[in-house]
């Protein structure tokens, strides 16, 4: 069965993933802004935090998908490698100096980030880290804890290229249930222990199970799919309800949401010949740098709301509502501008001057076109 090159069904759910992301971050914003001005407003209805789980179900699943040919091909893991770091490294790293010249200049406006060398060396590299502020395993750039986990997700995947495709994915997901299962075990809960024993790790898996299935050609009847992409809805706006749980279970409270959307878009015969609005397609594309890029511009808004006091000068109803629009309008417009005028052009540059090796026929791997990008909580 022949695949399609492209999936403009996967641009469009990364895009809802980082909407859905920049909207919990609003609210969370929101919620400090309207603090004794709207008793009723409860940030927690919204499960903002779905979006990074949606986004490492997709990872897992676009991992298997574009590099469907090149398992066990001579040169493909360091190929994969290269292009996986330079496709998150530039940008990553900028974002990353940026936020340490805040907590440097800015102090004061900055919740949890800490003055510590010692985060920001690890933040660099990828390295859990226990942040001095609250305990909890974060770089510098709160968000970025989830692509420490799209690294380690990475690393092991690039090991199972070494293998034909039907060894390769049993062993990532045995490497992946060995590094939880490590974490778990370890003694004390220090950064490592805690960063390896979240089972959020599992929606990797997920993912890579689902490109399994699609790849191999099995597909499932509309009807069928329409009918997950509604259980999967309808799980997703249950979860608030699990508040006090979703950490510990993340990975059934949302990630089996994600899983059963992503089957829902991709597993119809027609996904494969769906055409998605220009737009969307650009919000898709441009997510990783929406996703690094918010939390500077949703800092910039609340701290002008909070100066002119917008809460109090337009009412609170009338500034919930719009305060959440604008910083969706906002962040997405960044993200494009830092995407096509810094990101593309800057990694272009980076991987031209990289040395080239003989590329392996097949299936480009991760191109930028597919690449997923992962996204989460600024804390």
């Known amino acids: ?25 609003a609210m969370h914003e929101l919620a400090a802004l309207l603090e004794g001005h709207l008793r009723s407003f409860d940030e927690k209805r919204f499960p903002g935090d779905f979006g990074v789980d949606l986004f490492f179900v997709i990872s897992g699943f676009i991992m298997v998908y574009v590099c469907r040919d090149l398992f066990a091909r001579p040169g493909a893991m360091a190929d994969f490698v290269r292009r996986r770091l330079v496709r998150i490294v530039p940008l990553y790293w900028i974002m990353t100096t940026m936020m340490i010249g805040v907590v440097v200049l800015l102090p004061n406006n900055v919740d949890t980030a800490t003055n510590d060398p010692g985060q920001w060396l690890a933040s660099y590299f990828f390295i859990p880290y226990q942040r001095l502020s609250d305990g909890l395993v974060r770089p510098v750039l709160g968000l970025g804890w989830s692509l420490q986990y799209e690294m380690l997700f990475y690393g092991l995947f690039a090991l199972g290229l070494l293998f034909p495709r039907r060894y390769a994915i049993p062993l990532v997901t045995g490497l992946i249930f060995a590094a939880w299962f490590v974490g778990d075990h370890l003694t004390g809960a220090g950064a490592l222990a805690q ?5 959020i790790i599992f929606e990797f898996v997920a993912g890579m199970f689902l490109g399994w299935v699609f790849v191999a050609g099995q597909r499932v009847p509309l009807n069928l799919c329409l009918g997950l992409g509604i259980i999967g809805v309808g799980l997703l706006f249950a979860a608030p309800a699990f508040d ?16 059963l959307i992503l ?11 769906v055409r998605v609005g220009r737009a969307a397609l650009e919000v898709g594309e441009t997510s990783f740098a929406t996703y690094l890029t918010h939390p500077f511009v949703l800092g910039l808004m609340s701290l002008v709301a909070s100066r002119l006091d917008l809460p109090v000068l337009v009412g609170p109803q009338i500034f919930s509502a719009g305060y959440v629009i604008v910083a969706c309008l906002a962040c997405v417009t960044v993200g494009y501008l ?8 800057l990694t272009r540059r980076i991987g031209a001057m990289l ?8 299936t480009p791997v991760a191109n ?12």
């Open 368 to 379: 930028r076109a597919s690449g997923s990008s992962p996204q989460t909580s600024t804390s």
């Open 355 to 362: 040395p080239k090796r003989p590329a392996a026929t097949g």
């Open 244 to 259: 006090d749980i979703v950490d510990l279970s993340r990975h059934i409270v949302y990630g089996i949401p994600a899983l």
């Open 1 to 25: 069965m022949r695949i399609a090159a492209r999936l403009e069904t996967i641009q469009f759910l990364r895009g809802v993933a980082v909407v859905v992301v920049v909207i919990s971050h």
């Open 263 to 273: 089957a829902a878009f991709i597993l119809p015969p027609e996904a494969e010949h």
């Open 338 to 345: 830092v995407h096509h005028h810094l990101d593309l052009p």
């Open 195 to 199: 960063f390896l024993s979240r089972p």
